[in-house]
């Protein structure tokens, strides 16, 4: 359980900026404790505890960068053809045991170790050979071709900082320098339940005006993606003793609970007054769309993040608030970026000022460069569109309605997951 400082929560307000909503809770954030050695592979999408330090040099030894000659560039005539005797062959893996002499080549492979007294390396393709000799052409330099020990990264150097996620890269990396074992922070640990009398889990039947429970399975899918220890504490009514159950069990074992649904008008009285006597939460209006109700705050320790019921506000908000709120509590740093492109936009948007949109969109290449096109109903309930999308358009507060034509800026799904 982390023991971060209550976060710098605002009292309810009537409209947040998603700007300063997204600062009140990041700056409240600081990293979980607690940490493992895992074997290389297991780190996969974990984060790094501690910098990892290069053991040795990288590349180890002055190697060749190509196929060719390794020669020696005092010995090449500086606008002739020089003829030297191949003296024997260095492979990768495989080093040329000898010193080269004055007047000697020997012929190396690709990443194989520089031979002693060599400094250049020609390319096999510009080379002939007659016999045992290789002939050189003019215009050759010291250094060329040659990778230096130590070029990629100098023994004693951080090969990966603490904070680094571990990707593709950073495995192969790792292992290129022999290292079986890394530390990195424990899982985080998530707790997450949908509230709602409507809401039914697959595989029970539905009864009038039920509905299926969808945001379970979005904030499965989000979540997975970041390798949290999950708890699905399944649907819970919209009863007040069976919600502070999950409160209080959900408290007690994650470092963070995401709720869906019971933060809109209406809904909220009683969840309010229950998220207030059990922890420190407030109730935000953000100048969002999808996505305007959302509850904020701690529980003890624990974080927690009361989404909106609709499914898109909840992908919407999860992406724009959660996401790196969580990747800030795993430990990563410094926080991704999250680029905003500038696309043209072949649809129509309404809009009205006042909230920041974020449209569901596929962005696409054609004559002209990038065209972004919404992808249908809009509703923060329809998941189709949502599925069908890229990437969101996002349309900043001030912004009215937009006509086709128009530059647009655009936030990919790329990265989000
Ligand atoms: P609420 O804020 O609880 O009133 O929820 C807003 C809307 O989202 C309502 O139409 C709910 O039926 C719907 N909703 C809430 N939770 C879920 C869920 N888990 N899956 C699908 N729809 C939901
Ligand atoms: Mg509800």
């Not at 359980?1 to 009537?14: F, S, Y």
């Not at 506000?313 to 990563?332: C, I, N, P, S």
């Not at 962005?363 to 509703?379: C, D, F, I, N």
Request: charged share 20%; glycine share 10%.
């Amino acid at each position: 359980m982390q023991a971060n400082p209550a976060p710098a929560l605002k009292p309810d307000r009537q409209s947040l900026s998603v700007d300063d909503a997204r600062r009140a809770i990041l700056d409240g954030i600081t990293p979980i404790e607690g940490w493992c050695s895992v074997p290389v592979r297991t780190g996969l999408g974990r984060v790094l505890a501690e910098d990892v330090i290069a053991p040795f040099n990288v590349p180890a030894h002055d190697n060749s960068a190509m196929d060719g000659y390794a020669v020696r560039a005092a010995d090449l005539l500086e606008d002739a053809e020089t003829r030297l005797g191949v003296v024997g062959t260095a492979l990768a893996g495989v080093p040329f045991s000898g010193l080269i002499g004055k007047g000697q080549a020997v012929r190396v492979m690709t990443g194989a170790v520089l031979p002693r007294g060599a400094d250049c390396v020609v390319v096999q393709e510009i080379t002939r050979t007659e016999n045992s000799e290789v002939i050189i052409p003019a215009g050759q330099r010291s250094g060329q071709n040659i990778r230096r020990a130590g070029e990629d990264l100098a023994q004693g150097a951080v090969a990966l900082p603490s904070g680094k996620r571990l990707g593709p890269a950073e495995l192969g990396l790792i292992a290129s320098l022999g290292i079986a074992e890394v530390k990195v922070r424990r899982r985080l640990r998530v707790a997450f339940f949908s509230t709602g009398d409507e809401i039914a889990s697959i595989g029970s039947p539905l009864a009038p005006g039920q509905i299926y429970d969808s945001n379970r399975y979005i904030l499965f899918g989000v979540l997975s993606h970041l390798d949290c220890e999950l708890l699905d504490m399944g649907v819970i009514p919209d009863q007040p003793a069976a919600l502070e159950k999950a409160l209080v069990d959900a408290a007690a074992s994650a470092d963070v609970i995401l709720t869906s649904g019971g933060v809109s008008v209406g809904e909220a009285d009683f969840i309010k007054a229950l998220l207030q006597k059990l922890g420190d939460v407030a109730f935000w209006k953000i100048n969002i769309k999808p996505g305007r109700p959302m509850a904020f705050g701690k529980i003890g320790t624990t974080l927690l993040f009361g989404l909106p019921g609709n499914p898109v506000a909840v992908m919407v908000t999860y992406y724009q608030f959660v996401l790196d709120a969580l990747l800030k509590l795993m430990g990563v740093a410094p926080l991704p970026e999250r680029p905003l492109l500038e696309a043209e936009c072949t649809g129509h948007i309404r809009k009205q000022p006042g909230r920041r949109e974020f449209i569901r969109a596929s962005l696409h290449r054609s004559e002209g460069g990038w065209k972004v096109e919404p992808t249908g109903a809009q509703g923060s309930g329809v998941l189709r569109s949502m599925s069908e999308a890229n990437c969101f358009i996002v349309l900043p507060e001030s912004s009215a309605n937009v006509a086709p034509g128009s530059a647009v800026q655009v936030q990919l799904f790329e990265g989000f997951s």
